[in-house]
């Protein structure tokens, strides 16, 4: 077969732009070959290489005390005591999702599991925050029921439970849906797996599924904007088998409790392309593959091909060479491909043999080493004008089409199509604040949680990235769990353009504040660029993905108040309706400041409900986000099952008290017995607090208006079944 | 007590099994893979636990009811031993032909994850001894194909002869026929259910009624 002739013109069709073409020739010294093409394309595109976030990225804390392994690795690395480690990581797959919902759902899940189980460790939780069009968009429907079935017939199959996530729909992300998947999973602190190879001749072994030409550019699709070509790109989907990634999760345990393990690598983006590169960079040393020993599900592929096939579900590794045959014995066990595709080099070569020719030779650690990194320009997003004043409405009417609202309805539509009790270790599921899941056979447990309020981000993007740790952190404390580490997965628009690269300097210098402050250093991540229509980018949307522990799982704090309890409001309220839910929701205006966030009185707050938690001093616990005071005691009251009654304030309108969204704020359910104590502790902690009404009856009451639990629940409930129907 | 758990490559509720099975019986049950022959000796329950067998791409739990061990499985329950399958279990036990019926898609075609009533519909079996006939309970579901179809007449003598050990209580999250959550072989020593029990043994998990199912198992091997 005749291979394209390698020009400016071909590598642009690879999406490398000229400058970065002429910096591979000069790399080469020569006119590379068509797979070298392919190679550096794949190790060039934004995707993998990070080149136009690299810069900012390297300001975010990453370190502290509990961090085992921060960015850099498959996954992020955290101490949660007695020798145990949690392993995590938020990733995106978003354009795949857009092209195809289910297989490009199912397949990010695929990943970032894979992404854990390769570092060791046996995945426990899943979460996934999803974006999509609005409503009424024609194509919203069709993506929210595929990516849902997609990442349910995937996590489902494969045995790890979903217990948490995000849900919005905005206007914003009708041509460019947003995937991010989230997952951990639980290693001993000192069998913690790395990419890096060591040892010259070692074998280079291929594990898992055949190689096919499925996801062929896939990486580099990722990577560029979205046109009405689009259909043509689904043959770079792939397609994913849970059922595989089971049996390759349990082999490469099993396999990695035998010492033969000296290192591993998924194959996820670009494939075979960078996991070869990325253990032999790490490690210092060259790689020689010869792909004629790749096992492969259809003839006459290529090198190329196969050097840049996104086939799931496949590993490579260094193993120990006296350990071989144990090693084989494990995949001949679950039945899945074995093969020593290669070994290690002392020379600094990528090199590569198909069929007795030298197919790509090239300087590893230069190809690794030297992707391109930009500064790009950017401007800083101007400060939106002030909110008008938002118009009162009965409260009870305003309640009811809120919790009926497509951004605030109960999610149970969602997560009831995944199985979130497998591996029987779940305290708290889905729905509340954050997700807790026991440490098996252990007391102690572990809180998940995913945030991100894009509306807040775009409007002011340096206090909407703040913003969205200080939500997570006050998730976490809402069930007593001390935050421990995050991961973030950047989601913005081409940044080539300045006000897009401005959007994305501002949400990761909020983020570092807030990670900061609030001693939580993220320690894996992942970008997310170009997610752009015809020119229409996405809303900012950094989500953030934050762990916490809780010393055992008779202390968690559950949001389901009693009757009798008193209320107990903490933290300061100035009425914020600035980008509210109740200005967007319920009357389209998007409009004004995001409440701007208090760092100091975050972690105050924080701190002041973990230790009433920890005192059993409180009945439940519940952070207040979109809505609200009056959003939260309504969901406190729905779990419960239980009416919330809650008194106005004079000082301020209905709405502003009710829906305002000023950040580091909890309402508190406290047995009244308890009441002082509470507010006597909430005072020596400087946080304040004030009880602002008590559980029981039937009725949600806000002020003088009050809406029937029974009322509440059908709009609550009725709302996604309703959309999806 | 001796137990073993059945373990198909795309099991994933084994270990769960093998929690319940050793909270109930003082001791951590044999895994036995499924391309084992033999059974250990001596042994008092077999569970075949839920999740993907073979990642049942087409009908659940088909490939698994062919496995190598299936037939010691078989050849175990024939002799009256006492089989517990849950949920792909269930699937399992029916393609091997140890249970009548079929189990379909979900009539809501999507899978579906949630706490469910059940009525315990008879106490005589080795499995639901320490339920009240009639009474309710609550345990999870979790699976994509749980909606049990039979003919007439497999149905008709499922009901006639007591063999319908659980009924969904208000909502069907599947669709079966008669509302049909799991039932018993004819020797009444094969329980296939589609609720997971072991989901719902441990109080922190939020609710316990599944721990009687496993405690009455304990209870029959004893007298």
Known sequence: MSEPEVNEALAAAHGLKPEEYARILEICGRVPSFTELGIFSAMWNEHCSYKSSKKWLRTLPTTGPQVICGPGENAGVVDIGDGDALVFKMESHNHPSYIEPYQGAATGVGGILRDVFTMGARPVAAMNALSFGRVDHPKTKRLLAGVVAGIGGYGNAFGVPTVGGELRFHTAYDGNCLVNAFAAGLARADAIFYSAASGVGMPVVYLGAKTGRDGVGGATMASAEFDDTIEEKRPTVQVGDPFTEKRLMEACLELMATGAVISIQDMGAAGLTCSAVEMGDKGGLGIRLDLDLVPVRETGMTAYEMMLSESQERMLMVLRPEKEAEAKAVFDKWDLDFAIVGETIAEDRFLIMHRGEVKADLPLRTLSGSAPEYDRPWVETPKPAPAGPAPALEMDEALRRLLASPNLSSRRWVWEQYDHMVMADTVVRPGADAAVVRVHGKRKALAFTSDVTPRYCFADPFEGGKQAVAEAYRNLCATGALPLAATDNLNFGNPEKPDIMGQFVGCVRGIGAACEALGVPIVSGNVSLYNETDGRAILPTPSIGAVGLLESVERVIRIAPKAGDRMILIGETRGHMGRSVYLAELFGREEGAPPPVDLEAERRAGELVRALGAEGLLSAAHDLGDGGLGLAAAEMALAGGVGVVLASDPSMAMQEWFFGEDQARYLLAVAADDEEAVLDRAEEAGVPARTVGRAGGDRIVLGDRALPLAEARAAHEGALPALMG | MKAAVIVFPGSNCDRDLAVAFRDAFGAAPAMVWHKETALPEGLDVIGVPGGF??????????????????????????????????????????????????????????????????????????????????????????????????????????EGEGRVAFRYQGSNPNGSMNAIAGILSENRRVLGLMPHPERAADPALGGADGARLFRSLAGAAVS
Request: with cysteine.
């Open chain 2, 53 to 158: 067998s073979f990642g049942d791409y087409l009908r659940c739990g088909a490939i698994a009811a062919r496995s190598p061990i299936m037939d010691a499985v078989s050849a175990f329950a024939r002799k009256g031993g006492p089989v517990l399958g849950i949920c792909n279990g269930f699937q399992v036990l029916i393609e091997a032909g140890l249970l009548p019926g079929a189990l379909m898609r979900n009539a809501g075609l999507a899978f579906v994850c949630r706490d469910v009533a059940l009525k315990v519909e008879t106490a005589s079996s080795p499995f639901t001894a320490e339920y009240r006939e009639g009474e309710t309970v609550t345990f999870p579901v979790a699976h994509h194909d749980g909606n049990f179809v039979a003919d007439s007449e497999t149905l008709a003598r499922l």
